[in-house]
Every structure is written in structure tokens, then in C-alpha cells.
């Protein structure tokens, strides 16, 4: 009883006063809970950016240089390949051969020419998700692990293993569903993590590859790593993304003198590489007695209260629903409305272990409102 009050009040909004009284405060200290930017008090500030929310971090010591409403959720768009990506070598063996089908092509950007009916080893497919962004490779990688919900389980799961609750997702490619969100701090917990991991670190790093299906022609792909088309000394790999609620966003890391740093943006104004340079740039230039705003690694006792925090608040929710339920079927009693709902908190602050992988899909995004564009565009990403 207790598990299926937590499932039902997972779908339900929290009301604004409750979401106010339970917080713990912001995973990765204090001033992630920042609605404007902060940076180390001893150094000069970054660079001026048109990205709506963004972090800086040194993958090494987790240490949070730079960021702008880094628990601000949004819109993903392809970024969120690189989380189907950690989850797809986490679970699948490599040489895994996948079929086609035609129903995974019917979506926008089929970019390297998938056949139906043939078949794809995953490390090709990889290949081709992260070089060129194919939003039609990312639905044939997520039959892999046997069923697109399995593998959006695992999405969420791997994100929710790594600390990362501010991300909800519901599609493997990124494009636009309604709740479907991240934030600039739970994409570089993600960056992080798979910085770490070999596996996700050959497809980040590819800039070429011969790509084709198994015993079937091939044909070179080349990277759009914007880094590494601006020439960016250092660069590991990037992953860009865009969709007109999205803007444009970016992930990507770069090493120089024994460092790796880590840039995370989302809703910048224009194609994002310059600006992450810019960041790793500013970063790499910071001395090392420069403080640190914040972490990417939160305490376990953090941790900890975040899950007392979230199952405390989802039985008072049950609790509420009960109390509503009740009233609409008592006799003689008025029936009254369900009490006024908000969206989820951009606050990071909470477990999802308490209600299980069924309440992160059914968790609702809070953006803040758009910032107005230059000049229309379609919907399409790039």
C-alpha cells in the first residue's frame, strides 16, 4: 500500500508550500540553488553568456568553478544522447547486432542513412549517434536492450545512480516530449561519469569512423564536435543539440596540463561551441588556489536527507489525495477542488529512489519563460 500511495502521488504536482517546507537544499552545495551566476570570489569572473544555465567543473576533483542556474531544468535536445550512450555500454555488449526497423526511421534527422531490414552492431551505432546526432540511430539503439521503455528505465535509472534527479527522460534521441528535462549540473554529473568510463569515452572522442551495416557497404562519417572544428587546443569531445523550445545546448570536456574540465550549457541564443570555449578557456586559466562554488559530487549524508526528504513529502501527498478522495464521496459535504499544483522544483535536492523509475517519468519540468529569439525557426534540430 505504501509503494502504490507513493506511485499515485508521484503523478500528481506538488503543491508550491509543501515543495517549500521539505527542501534540504540544492545537491552540490548552497550556491547551486543560484538563479544568476557564481564563481570563485578570488577570481575573475567568466565570460558573459547568452546560455540560460551552464557549469564549469574539473572532472578530476568535482569542483564546481563557474555556473548559471545549474539546477534550472529544460529542454534537453541531443545532449541526451550522451546519457543514452553511458546506459547503452553499460548494458549492452558492443558487437550486439541490432535490426532496423522501419517505424525507428519515421523521425526527424535520419543522418547516416540506416537500411530496414539490415542489421548494426551497436558499436557502429554508437558511432553514428554521438558523431552525427541521428535521432533515428538513437530509436534503433534503444531496442537494444530489448524495448524503448526498457531502455528509458535505464536512462532514468543510470541518471538516478549518479546523483543526477533533476533529469526526466522520456524520449532516447532528446527531442521535444512535455516533462522531458535536465539540468547544466545533472548533464555534468553525466559528462563526468562517462569521462571515466572507456567505453562512452572512444564514441565522445571519435571525430571519424567508417560506418555501415553488418557485411553491407560503408561510408565515412565525420564528426560535428564543434570544438574540434574550431581547433580548441585540448578538446576530448562534444556533443551539441538544438530544438527551437530547447535554443541550442552543448556538453563537452577538454585536458590541458594534466587537467579535464567540463562545460555544460543549455538555452544559449546561438550554436554554442564558441561559448563553451570560452568557458574551458576561462577555467583553464584560473590559478589553483581558486575556489571552488560548489560540487559535483554530493555528501552522502546529502544524499542521505534528500531520500528522508523525498519519502516524507510523497506520504504527505498520499496522505492529501486520501483526504480529497474522501471528501468528494462523503455525503452532504461540499466537494472540493484538488489543492493548487506547481511543477516540480528546479531544486535537485531529492532522491527518486523512493518512488521508483514509474515517478521520474511522470515528473512534470518547470522551465522559465523563453527568452525571445532573434529570428524564427523551425522546429527541426540540427
Not at 543526477?164 to 521535444?176: M, S, V
Request: charged letters at 15%; a positive charge.
Amino acid at each position: 500500500m505504501a509503494a502504490l500511495c507513493c506511485a499515485i502521488g508521484a503523478a500528481i504536482p506538488w503543491p508550491g508550500a509543501a515543495t517549500a517546507d521539505i527542501r534540504t537544499g540544492p545537491i552540490g552545495g548552497s550556491l547551486m540553488g543560484t538563479t544568476g551566476e557564481v564563481h570563485a570570489s578570488n577570481s575573475a569572473p567568466p565570460p558573459a553568456m547568452d546560455a540560460s544555465a551552464y557549469v564549469v567543473a574539473d572532472a578530476t576533483t568535482g569542483n564546481v568553478l563557474a555556473a548559471k542556474q545549474p539546477h534550472w531544468r529544460n529542454e534537453p535536445a541531443s545532449i541526451l544522447k550522451t546519457l543514452l550512450t553511458l546506459t547503452i555500454v553499460r548494458n549492452v555488449p558492443l558487437d550486439k547486432q541490432v535490426v532496423v526497423n522501419a517505424a525507428d526511421l519515421n523521425v526527424e534527422c535520419t543522418c547516416v542513412g540506416l537500411t530496414p531490414g539490415r542489421s548494426y552492431t551497436v558499436d557502429a551505432l554508437l558511432h553514428a549517434l554521438l558523431m552525427r546526432s541521428g535521432n533515428d540511430v538513437a530509436n534503433v539503439l534503444a531496442e537494444a536492450t530489448g524495448s524503448r521503455a526498457k531502455t528509458l528505465q535505464l536512462m532514468n535509472a543510470t541518471a538516478a545512480s549518479l546523483g543526477a534527479y533533476d533529469i526526466n527522460a522520456l524520449t532516447p534521441n532528446g527531442l521535444n516530449t512535455p516533462g522531458q528535462a535536465v539540468s547544466a549540473y545533472d548533464m555534468a554529473l553525466v559528462l563526468r561519469a562517462g569521462l571515466a568510463d572507456p567505453r562512452f569515452l572512444q564514441y565522445f572522442s571519435s571525430t571519424t569512423f567508417s560506418f555501415g551495416p553488418v557485411g553491407g557497404p560503408s561510408r565515412p562519417l565525420e564528426s560535428q564536435n564543434e570544438l574540434w572544428h574550431l581547433g580548441f587546443s585540448g578538446e576530448i569531445g562534444a556533443k551539441n543539440g538544438w530544438t527551437t523550445p530547447a535554443g541550442h545546448t552543448f556538453a563537452a570536456a577538454a585536458q590541458r596540463g594534466g587537467r579535464t574540465l567540463i562545460v555544460t550549457m543549455l538555452n544559449d541564443d546561438h550554436p554554442a561551441g564558441a561559448d563553451a570555449a570560452a568557458l574551458l578557456n576561462w577555467g583553464f586559466g584560473l590559478s589553483a588556489s581558486a575556489g571552488a562554488v560548489g560540487s559535483l559530487v554530493p555528501a552522502p549524508a546529502d544524499v542521505a536527507q534528500a531520500q528522508q526528504a523525498r519519502a516524507a513529502a510523497n506520504a504527505a501527498k498520499a496522505n492529501t489525495i486520501q483526504q480529497h478522495a474522501n471528501a468528494q464521496t462523503t455525503p452532504g459535504r461540499p466537494t472540493k477542488t484538488p489543492p493548487p499544483g506547481s511543477n516540480v522544483s528546479v531544486q535537485s535536492g531529492f532522491s527518486l529512489g523512493a518512488v521508483g523509475l514509474a515517478g521520474i517519468a511522470l515528473l512534470p519540468g518547470r522551465r522559465r519563460p523563453k527568452k525571445r529569439r532573434r529570428n524564427s525557426r523551425p522546429t527541426r534540430e540540427r
